[in-house]
């Protein structure tokens, strides 16, 4: 299993991104799915998360802004940003396993979002 996140980019404050995660394969029907991102010098945070029912959390900070989802067509996951802020940029890795509400079984390597004034 090798996720793979793709999407990220720098984007003016106020727009949207779409970033995506691929790689998962059996885990996509097994596992909850997960995004946490990193900013320079800070802990790697849980952003918003699904399970298989589905259910999705979200952190209070990206509530309303952020929507994350899944297609088994593709066995992608995806993490829709609208409304963009300066402090939402970082690194952001997707992550899948048992544990809810942050799977933490499975890591991505990461994509770079970058939010510019």
């Known amino acids: 299993v090798r996720l793979v996140e793709s999407g990220g980019g720098l984007v003016q404050a106020g727009g949207s991104l779409n970033i995506s995660c691929t790689g998962f394969g059996k885990y996509f029907r097994l596992d909850n799915l997960a995004w946490y991102r990193q900013p320079p010098g800070k802990q790697r945070a849980l952003v918003a998360a699904?399970?298989?029912?589905?259910?999705?959390y979200y952190a209070d900070s990206v509530k309303g802004r952020f929507t994350i989802s899944k297609v088994g067509a593709e066995n992608a996951l995806y993490l829709q940003m609208n409304n963009l802020k300066l402090e939402d940029s970082a690194m952001y890795y997707c992550?899948?396993?048992?544990?809810?509400?942050?799977?933490?079984?499975?890591w991505g390597q990461g994509t770079q979002v970058t939010v510019s004034s």
């Open positions: 699904i399970s298989q029912i589905p259910t999705t």
């Open positions: 992550a899948a396993g048992v544990q809810w509400p942050a799977p933490a079984t499975r």
